[in-house]
Structure formats: structure tokens, C-alpha cells
């Protein structure tokens, strides 16, 4: 400020406090399952904003459109010039942020070989095989050169990428270790959850580089005062479609909990202390969503627990037997129904849907 203060006015001057970034990672990688809501930025970058030399290092071609992951972003702007400049740009201005933030020319160079990686382990698909061999109970890869590039881009061996494609590692009942082999509609999903896997941990490792470089030395709260936060949280919201898939579970799951957390700190103990000051104000009713937030996360019934249990089990789970479980257990809650237990209601699919009622809206 360019004012003086008055000279009765006594000020401490203390040192900065560095900031510090929490994440919480709610959809960084679209799959392509729903419609394109936002650009998977980092990797579109890459392709369009990168030398010819560092693509072909990368195993990668130039246009998006080629990736399963980032096909649904190649056609957002409106020309490929105009494309190209942009993403140009803005790869460069990344590169730069991170030179100058503090990381070293081989962390910069790790990170675009896993985004490249993710890229090309979004394009593997899986064929039947006729005869049962070495590729995991007649189940293959369609383009084996793609396992060779995700495994020499993440140092992995290449057996243990493709054992890992191509099969799981369950609890039978004794809780012996046994591997199964998935079908081809398994090995896809178990494709996709490893991408989303990769991605969200390489997100936490530059959020925790970035906090490494920031972090203040030598400070003593003692001398130089209490920490003071101001957060600033940036969620995707609520997100409903007419085909609702688990990244949509997950993500209302996490505004429900936010909305708990509004309710609780806003308006149950903020009221809760006027209360007891004896403060005159206006109740402000609110419904308590905890009931929701309870049906997703309660142990050993909620619907997360149940899915948790399916994807563990050693025997044949379904769709049909997930929902039959959750019909079960929750047959009586407010919030929860299916079309088993509305049959007049014709806009769920028997043996299929099941619907949460959400503080900000039904989802099936």
C-alpha cells in the first residue's frame, strides 16, 4: 500500500507463511463413457504442444483424436491452427511454471512419460481367445506394442503389465491369494481404474513436489505466530446424465460429504452457539444429509462397502447380485431404491438401476 500508517498504529512485521495445496482429485481423466465436460488438459498438451523428436520418443502421434482419453477434447477449438497454437502455448507455459517452481529437468520429463503412458494404456483392447495358453485363459491383448510402450515409459516390467491387464488377485474364503482371469469386459474396466489410478497418484505427487519446493524453513510458530488458513476449494458439482456411471457415484458422493461438512460447521454449530450466547436470530432450518452421506459409506452395508465386498470375492459376481445385495440392505431406507423395490416405477431397468436420492437431486 502506497498510504502510511498512522504512527500510533504499531506493526509486526512477520515473516510469510507459504501456502500449501491440498487435493482432492474428483474427475481429472475422462474415459469417454459420459459427454465431454471438461479437457483432459495435461495430455492434450502434450500431444499438440511437443516437438516431433519428444512425440516419437513417446511412442505418440500428434492428433487427440487418436486416444481413447482425449478423443472427446481434439475437437473443442474451433480450428486445428488455432489448436495447435494454443496447446503449444500452454505446454510451454507449464514446462516453464514447473522449471521455475523447482523441478528438475528429469521430474518434468517422468511426468509427460506417464501422461504418456496413460494415453497409451487407454487405447489397449482386449480379444477371446479360442485356446488357453499363456494369455490368461483365452483372453489377449489386440495390440501387444502398446504393452511394450506402457511398460518401457513406466520402468515396469513388461510381464507384470500384462498380468495385471489381464487378471486379478482375489481372497478365496479361507483368504487364500488366488488369480483369476477376467473377460474382456473386466479387463476393460480393471484398464480404465489402473489409468484413473496412475493419473490421480501422479496429481498427488506433483501437488506434493509443489508443497516440498513452498514449504517455509526455520519457521517457529512460537515466535512467528499461529498459522492462519484461507481455503479455497474448487469441486466439479453435482453431475446427473441419463446414464450415470461409478465416476458419477463417486463424485455426488463427494459434494454430499461437502454438504455435510456446510451443514455441520455453517448452520448446526453455528447456530448451536448463538443458542447458547443467548443471541436473538432467525432458526434457519436445514435437512441433515447425513443419512445419505451414511447410505454411501456406512461399514459393512453401505453401498461402497458392498461394492468393496463384490470386487474381493472369488466367485461369480454380477450387476444383478451387487443390486439384489443393496436391494437387501437397504430395501427400507428413504433414499435408496430400485426398480425391484418399485416395480410401478418404469423409468429404472429390472435387475439393472438403482437410484439415490441426493440432498440436490435424484440419481440412477
Known amino acids: 500500500m502506497d498510504s502510511e500508517l498512522p504512527a500510533e498504529v504499531g506493526v509486526h512485521a512477520a515473516p510469510a507463511v507459504s501456502p500449501q495445496t491440498l487435493s482432492f482429485l474428483g474427475c481429472g481423466l475422462s474415459l469417454g463413457r459420459q459427454p465431454c465436460l471438461h479437457r483432459t488438459v495435461l495430455p492434450t498438451e502434450l500431444l499438440r504442444g511437443s516437438e516431433d523428436k519428444w512425440l516419437h520418443e513417446l511412442h505418440l502421434e500428434r492428433n487427440p483424436a487418436v486416444y481413447n482419453f482425449t478423443r472427446q477434447g481434439a475437437g473443442l477449438n474451433t480450428t486445428m491452427h488455432s489448436a495447435l497454437d494454443s496447446d503449444e502455448q500452454s505446454h510451454q507455459a507449464v514446462i516453464e511454471a514447473m522449471r521455475v517452481i523447482g523441478f528438475s529437468p528429469e521430474e518434468v520429463e517422468s ?78 474396466y480393471a484398464r480404465d481404474a489402473c489409468a484413473k489410478a496412475v493419473y490421480q497418484r501422479l496429481f498427488e505427487w506433483v501437488v506434493n513436489r509443489i508443497n516440498s519446493v513452498m514449504e517455509p524453513r526455520d519457521r517457529d510458530p512460537r515466535r512467528d505466530g499461529k498459522d492462519t488458513v484461507i481455503g479455497v476449494l474448487d469441486i466439479y458439482g453435482f453431475e446427473v446424465f441419463p446414464v450415470n456411471s461409478f465416476e458419477q457415484f463417486c463424485i455426488n458422493y463427494c459434494n454430499e460429504k461437502l454438504q455435510q461438512l456446510f451443514i455441520r460447521l455453517i448452520l448446526k454449530q453455528e447456530q448451536e452457539e448463538y443458542e447458547r450466547e443467548g443471541i436473538t436470530w432467525q432458526t434457519v432450518e436445514y435437512f441433515n444429509n447425513a443419512i445419505i452421506v451414511d447410505l454411501v459409506e456406512r461399514p459393512h452395508r453401505g453401498i461402497l462397502a458392498v461394492l468393496d465386498e463384490a470386487c474381493s470375492s472369488a466367485g461369480t459376481i454380477t450387476d444383478r447380485i451387487f443390486l439384489q445385495t443393496l436391494d437387501t440392505h437397504h430395501r427400507h431406507h428413504l433414499h435408496y431404491t430400485s426398480r425391484q423395490l418399485c416395480p410401478t416405477d418404469k423409468t429404472m431397468e429390472f435387475g ?8 440436490a437431486g435424484d440419481v440412477t
Not at 439393472?352 to 440432498?359: A, C, L, P, T, V
Request: no cysteine; aromatic share 4%.
Open 111 to 188: 511426468v509427460y512419460r506417464i501422461l504418456a503412458a496413460i494415453l497409451h494404456l487407454g487405447n489397449i483392447e482386449f480379444v477371446e481367445t479360442e485356446e488357453d495358453g499363456p494369455q490368461k485363459e483365452g483372453l489377449a491383448v489386440a495390440e501387444e506394442a502398446l504393452v511394450d510402450h506402457v511398460a518401457k515409459l513406466t520402468a515396469t516390467p513388461r510381464d507384470l503389465v500384462l498380468r495385471s491387464l489381464l487378471a486379478r488377485t482375489v481372497a478365496s474364503g479361507g483368504r487364500e491369494l488366488i488369480e483369476k482371469g477376467h473377460t474382456a469386459a473386466e479387463a476393460s
Open 352 to 359: 439393472r438401476d438403482f437410484r439415490i436420492k441426493h440432498y
